[in-house]
């Protein structure tokens, strides 16, 4: 599959085609305003996420005391993690863009992934805390430490290279993902980079898509479709390696300590 991707898109890859706007509808030009674009969207989606995922985990690992109250968050994270992400596109079209009126825009797409990946970072990161032996946080309270510190300075630390590939992998599927972002952010094409949360921006994954469906001259744009898709998977794969070698150094790290 990869090298069908690679030999029918290698022909569109150049400087030009990273660093400049498409022209004469898509046939010409290059994807730099989507790979723009799909980077507000991924920083937007982890700031959404990432704290909102690690919190959750954090108290169901550690302070949430009532197994019933444990057993229904946990119950409704798996869910979460089943359902299509049309289904997440639709809730954002209905919550962030309709009800609360932010528009088609980077701040609607933004908190439609972060919701998307919410189940990846809180999973992840609660088997990552649950790794850490629970004797260290015994040795911690009986030294007259507080519970937080405790989880700041001792639990955190240790289960931070999985939390970082809970991270990684959610932020991965962020740039990848084009259904929630078709309702609630991307755009055909924009005449300018986005200056404002509130602006619709263009996006790699729906970039691929219209080409490939909605143009007049797909046949035409073959190698563009193709050389976008090797720049979207070679971001990915950025991400993914990016989130090995931290977890790497970390573990190396924290077993010299």
Known sequence: MLGYIVKT???????????????DSMTKGGIFP??????YLIIGSSIVS???GIITAIYLTEYASNEKIVRLIRLGVSNLAGIPSVVFGLFGLSLFVIFLKFG???LAGSLTLGVLNLPVIIRSTEE??????????????SLGATRW??????????????????VM??????????APIMFTAAAFFTPDL?????????ALPYHIYVMATAGTKILETRPLQYGTAIILITLVLILNMTGLILRYRFRKKLKGI
């Open 128 to 141: 990552a805390l649950m790794t850490v032996p629970k004797t260290f946080r015994e040795a911690s309270l």
């Open 9 to 23: 898109g290698f022909s569109a890859l150049s400087w030009e085609f990273l660093t400049t706007f498409p022209k």
């Open 50 to 52: 990432i704290p909102v």
């Open 194 to 202: 986005p200056t404002s949360i509130f602006h619709e921006v263009m």
């Open 169 to 178: 992998l959610s932020l991965g599927r962020a740039a990848g993902e084009t």
């Open 149 to 166: 510190q405790t989880i700041y300075r001792i639990v955190l630390p240790g289960a931070l290279p999985g939390i970082l590939t809970g």
């Open 34 to 39: 989507a790979i723009i674009g799909t980077l």
């Open 104 to 106: 088609t825009s980077i």
